[in-house]
Nanobody
Framework: VQLQASGGGLVQAGGSLRVSCAVSGGTFKRYHMGWFRQAPGKEREFVAVLTRNGDNTYYADSVKGRFTISGDNAKNTVYLQMNSLKPDDTAVYYC???????????????WGQGTQVTVSS
């Protein structure tokens, strides 16, 4: 399966942005679909996951209440809607797919190329 992330950009603090992860070579509902992010000089961290079949969602405490992960079956695409953005949200955002549910990035087998999100103060 191949993942293509897009939609990053520059936004002011308090603004919103939606990043997308287009899935090809298989249906995203077969996988647990996660979003991770990595800021310069920091480790890659978990942001959110949509469980296979779209049954449940889980979020990192740092984004809970501000970010929403969802999937569009018709477009075979997973989204991360980001609201009330903060400068600390600045990072490269990666989508990933795993057959096993986890918030650990090492569990994920398939990765998109990443999209840059920059939040200015």
């Amino acid at each position: 399966v191949q993942l293509q992330a897009s939609g990053g950009g520059l936004v002011q603090a308090g603004g919103s942005l939606r990043v997308s992860c287009a899935v090809s070579g298989g249906t995203f509902k077969r996988y647990h679909m996660g979003w991770f992010r990595q800021a310069p000089g920091k480790e890659r961290e978990f942001v959110a996951v949509l469980t296979r079949n779209g049954d449940n969602t889980y979020y990192a405490d740092s984004v809970k209440g501000r970010f929403t992960i969802s999937g569009d079956n018709a477009k075979n695409t997973v989204y991360l809607q980001m609201n009330s953005l903060k400068p600390d949200d600045t990072a490269v955002y990666y989508c990933a797919a795993a057959l096993k549910f986890s918030s650990e990035w090492s569990t994920y087998t398939y990765w998109g190329q990443g999209t840059q999100v920059t939040v200015s103060s």
